[in-house]
Structure formats: C-alpha cells, structure tokens
C-alpha cells in the first residue's frame, strides 16, 4: 500500500473516531499527507496529529497570518509555561520558530506510519488522549492569551 493510502487510512479512523466519540470535530475528509490540522475555534490556531520520520507528533500551531502577532501570541503564552507544562504527562516543547511565521508547542513519541496495525492504534489511542487534552488545556490559556494581546492593543488578524 502506497503511504499516503496509509495516511488516509489512519487520519479517517481519527478523524472519526474524535468526531464520532468525542464531539471534537466536523471534519471527514482527509489527504494523503503525514498530518492533520483540527480548527481550535480560534482563527490562527490548530490542533495538529502528525507524523515525522520515525515520530509522531501532537501539537499546536499559531498561525495568524502575520509574523510579529505569531511571535507576540506565542511570547504571550509562554509566559504562562510554568502553569500550562503540568497539565501534560510530558513537559511540552515551545518551539517559537523565528525561521517561519508558524510557531509550535507539542511533543513527540517514537511512531511511524509504516508500523503494525497494533502500533497504529496505539498511536492513535495516543493520539486521541492528547488532542482532548491540548484542547481542554489551551482553550482558556487561547482565550487568555487574545485578552492579555487585546488589552496590551495587539489584535491577531
């Protein structure tokens, strides 16, 4: 099987498997790409499941469209890392990325398309558990975030 058939394959079972029992999207169609972006329900914010290599990753990009506001949004949230980190079984990575107008904060696992179905699913399983837990953590710190950048006069296109 081609890997992006493989690809497709995994991010429909996600994708309907947080729909379906999780109420955490709408989305149904997927690409044959190593990732998925999940809207946050806030423009400029995306949850991300994807794969790298021989990892697999959960994250959060910011995206804004415009690089200093990307920058000063991630700055914003940074500063609260020492209250966000403990919500996680991992300590987060806080990649703020001043190569490209995207930040990150994630973390990774040992994972590759290419395993066996029961790794697939434990990855998924993985998955799952961490896309709920970015979003029930991050939504508040989001909002927080666009109050402290709304009150300082920064407005995120």
């Known amino acids: 099987m081609l890997r992006s058939e493989k690809y497709k394959r995994y991010f429909k079972a996600l994708i309907d498997e947080l729909r379906e029992q999780h109420n955490f ?10 990732y998925y972006g999940f809207a946050s329900g806030f423009t400029g914010i995306k949850y991300y499941a994807k794969f790298s290599g021989a990892y697999t990753a959960t994250a959060l990009h910011i995206h804004f469209g415009n690089y200093d506001k990307n920058k000063i949004f991630f700055d914003v949230l940074k500063e609260r890392e020492h209250q966000i980190n403990p919500n ?37 399983a993985w998955h799952i558990k961490n896309l709920l837990k970015f979003k029930a953590v991050f939504t508040p710190e989001i909002q927080r975030a666009l109050e402290t950048l709304q009150s300082r006069e920064i407005e995120p296109e």
């Open 25 to 34: 999207t709408k989305a149904r169609k997927v690409q044959g790409v190593c």
């Open 88 to 124: 996680f079984d991992v300590t987060l990575y806080w990649y703020r990325r001043d190569d490209i107008d995207t930040s990150v904060i994630g973390f990774a696992r040992d994972g590759d398309i290419e395993s066996d179905a029961s790794e697939l699913e434990a990855i998924k």
